[in-house]
């Protein structure tokens, strides 16, 4: 009688796939694979502000969610620091994206190649340090928070209510 009530304490109480996630994130993969998502999305943000001549909202939701896929999928992390990791580098990606815009304006304008003004840019950096500071907008913030905020949620795949 006293084996009839005896519970089994040899099942895992995590199922293994979950243990397996677990076991198997890799933050360097996901940061890897967030860094060439926020490339990509900076790019595709650069082209599609230079062609319209406009930031649009939804192109930030894109760079979040890219960013955050990426890393998602790549890190296989749960742990806020993929989160994080994500949410910073969607920021970097709007960022990166204006400034290919800005890229691409100064040089149309300026009539200079391309690629010279953008290393200008990026060995100058008093130069991009103003030229941000002469373009910014308060709804620049507005993208940027949405885009980190989408990126932290992809990222960690957290479902919404």
């Given at each position: 009688?006293?084996?009839?009530?005896?519970?089994?304490?040899?099942?895992s109480?995590?199922p293994?796939?979950?243990?397996?996630?677990?076991?198997?994130?890799?933050?360097?993969?996901?940061?890897?694979?967030?860094?060439?998502?926020?490339?990509?999305?900076?790019?595709?943000?650069?082209?599609?502000?230079?062609?319209?001549?406009?930031?649009?909202?939804?192109?930030?939701?894109?760079?979040?969610?890219?960013?955050?896929?990426?890393?998602?999928?790549?890190?296989?992390?749960?742990?806020?620091?993929?989160?994080?990791?994500?949410?910073?580098?969607?920021l970097?990606?709007?960022?990166?994206?204006?400034?290919?815009f800005?890229?691409?304006?100064?040089?149309?304008?300026?009539?200079?190649?391309?690629?010279?003004?953008?290393?200008?840019?990026?060995?100058?950096?008093?130069?991009?340090?103003?030229?941000?500071?002469?373009?910014?907008?308060?709804?620049?913030?507005?993208?940027?928070?949405?885009?980190?905020?989408?990126?932290?949620?992809?990222?960690?795949?957290?479902?919404?209510?």
């Open positions: 009688m006293e084996n009839a009530h005896r519970m089994d304490t040899s099942a109480p995590t293994p796939a979950i243990e397996q996630l677990d076991t198997d994130s890799n933050l360097v993969m996901g940061l890897i694979g967030g860094a060439v998502a926020m490339v990509v999305s900076a790019v595709i943000w650069g082209a599609i502000t230079y062609v319209t001549q406009y930031q649009i909202g939804w192109m930030a939701i894109g760079v979040g969610f890219l960013v955050g896929f990426a890393v998602r999928y790549f890190g296989k992390g749960h742990s806020q620091v993929f989160g994080l990791s994500s949410a910073v580098l969607a970097i990606g709007c960022a990166l994206g204006n400034l290919l800005y890229t691409g304006a100064i040089a149309r304008e300026e009539g200079i190649p391309f690629l010279e003004v953008f290393i200008f840019l990026l060995l100058t950096p008093a130069a991009t340090i103003e030229l941000f500071t002469l373009t910014f907008e308060v709804i620049d913030l507005l993208f940027y928070g949405i885009a980190a905020y989408v990126g932290f949620r992809t990222a960690l795949d957290i479902p919404r209510r």
